[in-house]
């Protein structure tokens, strides 16, 4: 751990530098060791974490270096796997094509690279529409005059591309007694024939910290709150005993945010279906995956992060409960599974000062252990959200919201949080690949048929597209029809890549689909196709957390999206794992093959026992 990080004192803060340099490579935390086992948690307590204050002492050297976990800097863009990509700021020609001397204009988007250092930024603008559908455009610091200038031409290009453009916040500097201005402007695509961005979110954290209720409020119109009895979480949970006990026991997927083009909330009351032009006017999706907190639902909350691929994972952690046990297995698994992670604290209406600061230190030291190396940075305020934003999955920093579902309190920056995050995967890049649809859900529908849910990963879907649905319990696929297509409640010509869905199947043979052995961990791909499942296959393993040593035939639960069994230890180069250790395993599943692909994430649980690894080789 970087000393800067251990210190008790409070870090002067330097003045914040909105433009960093664009040489700088954007890196991604890399997972390591786990430090969130039951018998590790005593080491936060001889950690010197800082507090409250002192997480936002760091807000200056966030902003002014963006420094990481391993001393690089933060870059203006970067992709989620650490490739080091990233928009640089161009010189601008305003209005009257003078050239600016300074860069006044940087985009911060997941697919613009560092090769086009020397393009106009206009191109820029252009190519992430095309790529990403978005992009926040920062410019400045500069007199009024000139804003106006930039802001016009970047409205113009954002009409050529069929995009939006909407100035979401204007910071103010004084520079040798001259008022400068910084504007931050999000250029997003207009909603055409159902194509809109779709962000997901996964929401974990310890039971009672009040993650059904803050889905709840989010998804609800604006102004919506929840009573402090359960109001809004009555719109989330999906099952009677969950209502009674008030605890989620199952995966909640079906509950979206829907912003417009310039991020309005377009939320509906509770069950009604969207109206036609709410829906027209739908540009962005955020979907939210609500986990369950309790101990005894761990294996349904691992199951939710692998299988329903999210861009990031939101830790509630209730301000008055502290840091529990499960909030550390919670953030262990985002970080092993290296998904970028944030953190709400909420309560705080009805928590005491001296309990919140306690809470807040705890935070901050969970955050910079060795396993997770985080720069924790409170978010109060519109100037802070805007750095958190730039530097949010490329970089160590992990933004912390203190709110309160009942009162509000800065529920309006989480809010805007969701709606300035980009995805971390290039969906529209992946429409021209086959489908690979991931079914996580199945259920009979009388007088309808079979019909089975879950997230399209790749390609596009449309009705009668002949699909091959496998593998069964012998390794077969079975070529089945698509009748039906369902979104967001709403019936669809056709799915995207990256939106999850709903089929109703028939089959294409005599045999009924009932028939067919339906269950969870099945896919659908192109019927063309002839796809093989896989028994046996080979990973690099590194074991987080063991209390006792792995041999030859030792048996844990794999987890490989949306696949959950229990496999066997065939072979390994090593004669025994133990904690930290890493090898090159062979696995075999126990009773069925499954449908892997090479590169695939993986992580295996048994008791306390965690490990992850990658898919390297399938070898029948």
Not at 10 to 31: F, G, N, V
Not at 334 to 355: G, Y
């Amino acid at each position: 751990m970087p000393d800067d990080l251990k210190s008790d004192q409070e870090p002067r803060i330097p003045e914040p530098r909105l433009h960093r340099d664009s040489e700088t490579k954007s890196t991604t935390p890399r997972s390591s060791r786990s430090s969130f086992g039951e018998e590790e948690g005593d080491a936060c307590d001889g950690d010197a974490g800082a507090g409250e204050e002192g997480i936002q002492g760091r807000e200056g050297e966030i902003a002014s270096t963006g420094a990481t976990e391993d001393g690089h800097g933060v870059s203006s863009g970067g992709s989620p796997d650490g490739s080091g990509t990233g928009a640089a700021g161009a010189a601008v020609s305003v209005g009257t094509g003078a050239a600016v001397s300074q860069n006044l204009v940087a985009l911060f988007s997941q697919t613009l690279s560092l090769d086009g250092e020397g393009e106009p930024w206009e191109n820029r603008v252009r190519e992430s529409a095309d790529n990403d559908g978005e992009s926040l455009v920062t410019f400045g610091p500069a007199t009024e005059e000139e804003l106006e200038d930039i802001l016009g031409r970047l409205k113009q290009v954002a009409q050529t591309v069929g995009c939006d453009c909407v100035v979401v916040h204007t910071s103010e500097a004084v520079d040798r007694g001259e008022v400068k201005l910084t504007r931050y402007a999000m250029v997003r695509k207009l909603p055409s024939q159902g194509h809109h961005l779709d962000l997901r979110v996964a929401v974990v954290g310890n039971v009672d910290a009040g993650k059904s209720t803050l889905v709840g409020v989010l998804t609800g119109p604006v102004n919506f709150l929840d009573d402090g009895r359960g109001l809004a979480r009555s719109r989330v949970l999906r099952h009677k005993h969950e209502a009674e006990t008030g605890r989620t026991s199952s995966i909640a997927e079906d509950q979206h945010m829907r912003l417009s083009a310039r991020g309005d909330c377009l939320a509906t009351e509770r069950h009604a279906k969207p109206s036609d032009s709410s829906a027209a006017q739908t540009a962005k999706v955020v979907s939210f995956i609500d986990l369950a907190g309790h101990e005894r639902y761990l294996r349904t909350t691992v199951y939710g992060l692998t299988a329903h691929e999210p861009d990031y994972v939101m830790v509630v952690v209730g301000a008055n409960h502290g840091i529990t046990r499960m909030t550390k297995e919670h953030v262990g698994m985002a970080i092993a599974l290296n998904v970028p992670l944030f953190v709400v604290v909420t309560k705080v209406d009805l928590c005491p000062e001296p309990v919140m600061k306690e809470t807040m230190k705890q935070l901050a030291r969970m955050l910079k252990l060795p396993g997770a190396k985080k720069q924790p940075y409170v978010i109060r305020s519109e100037d802070e959200l805007m750095i958190a934003v730039r530097s949010f999955g490329r970089s160590a920093v992990a933004p912390i919201f203190t709110i309160s579902s009942v009162d509000g309190t800065n529920v309006p920056l989480l809010r805007q949080f969701f709606n300035l995050m980009p995805s971390r995967r290039a969906w529209a890049a992946q429409s021209q690949q086959p489908p690979e649809f991931l079914i996580d859900q199945f259920f009979n529908v009388p007088g309808v048929g079979l019909v089975v849910a879950g997230t399209l990963l790749s390609g596009v879907v449309s009705l009668n597209h002949v699909l091959a649905m496998g593998p069964n319990n012998v390794g077969k696929f079975n070529t089945v029809t698509v009748k039906s297509i369902h979104h967001m409640r709403t019936a669809v010509p056709a799915l995207l890549p990256g939106q999850t869905g709903a089929f109703v199947v028939r089959s294409r043979t005599k045999e009924h689909v009932k028939n067919f052995g339906v269950r969870k961990g099945m896919v659908l791909l192109e019927g063309t196709e002839e796809p093989r499942a896989t028994r046996t296959f080979a990973c690099d393993v590194l074991v987080l957390h063991s209390q006792t040593t792995m041999r030859v035939n030792y048996q844990p639960i794999l987890y490989a999206r949306n696949v959950r069994q229990c496999v066997r230890i065939a072979a390994m180069d090593k004669e025994v794992l133990r904690t930290g250790v890493r090898a090159r395993v062979t696995f075999e599943f126990m009773y069925r093959p499954e449908f892997l692909q090479q590169g695939t994430k993986v992580l295996f649980t048994e008791g306390k026992t965690k490990a992850i690894g990658t898919i390297r080789e399938l070898l029948g």
